[in-house]
């Protein structure tokens, strides 16, 4: 069972602290999620944090209405929040949405042998679905659990879990993941039909 494993998004301060929303929806989610991250450690399976860094020179990254960098390499409010971590986790750090765009991200889950990736995190419609999608791209299979991805906006969620499901993704809930894994041994792999 060692070819599955887990991806967090953006599980920072910085992020996660943005606007009430998402403050309010993390807190909602929370329990469930860092418990769906501990029942897969204890399947043994590795969870992989995505870090997002700012980088300054970047002129798409959207600042602090103060004009601040947010995000920054070493700062506290891009630190992963240390209820989601713990001892074997991985820590990749990404400068874009997607943990696959420029990382090493690739690199280590083929050195592990995964060939299917859980996708968790915020925001749902923007770094989760980008990961998603390039996991896609590089043939991995993906599971995402509909109560450990969060965003501030939850008619964009819905949506994008809608577009996960229909396009590259199994969606779940993480009990029903855990079922699954338990019961088969694995994570199937969705059978994709584009419908028009």
Not at 37 to 60: A, F
Not at 67 to 80: D, M, V
Not at 89 to 111: A, I, P, R
Not at 117 to 123: A, C, D, E, K, P
Request: with cysteine.
């Amino acid at each position: 069972m060692g070819n599955i494993a887990l991806l967090t998004n953006d599980l920072q301060a910085d992020v996660v602290h943005k606007t009430p929303e998402r403050t309010a929806a993390m807190a909602e989610a929370q329990p469930q999620f860092v418990k769906f991250l501990d029942d897969m450690r204890q399947r043994g399976h590795v969870v992989y944090h995505l870090q997002l860094v700012n980088l300054p020179d970047d002129p798409n990254v959207e600042r602090d209405l103060d004009g601040t960098l947010p995000l920054q390499r070493g700062s506290a409010g891009g630190a992963i929040l240390q209820d989601f971590t713990a001892p074997g986790d991985v820590v990749v750090e990404k400068n874009k949405d997607s943990g696959f765009y420029e990382t090493e991200l690739h690199d280590l889950l083929q050195k592990a042998g995964v060939d299917t990736v859980v996708v968790t995190g915020l925001q749902t419609q923007i770094c989760v679905q980008t990961t998603a999608a390039d996991a896609f791209f590089r043939g991995y299979n993906i599971w995402v659990p509909s109560d450990c991805v969060v965003s501030g906006d939850p008619e964009a969620r819905d949506r994008s879990l809608e577009w996960l499901r229909g396009y590259c993704a199994t969606v779940a809930t993480s009990a029903e993941i855990l079922e699954t894994l338990d019961a088969q041994g694995e994570l199937p792999r969705k059978v994709v039909k584009i419908l028009p």
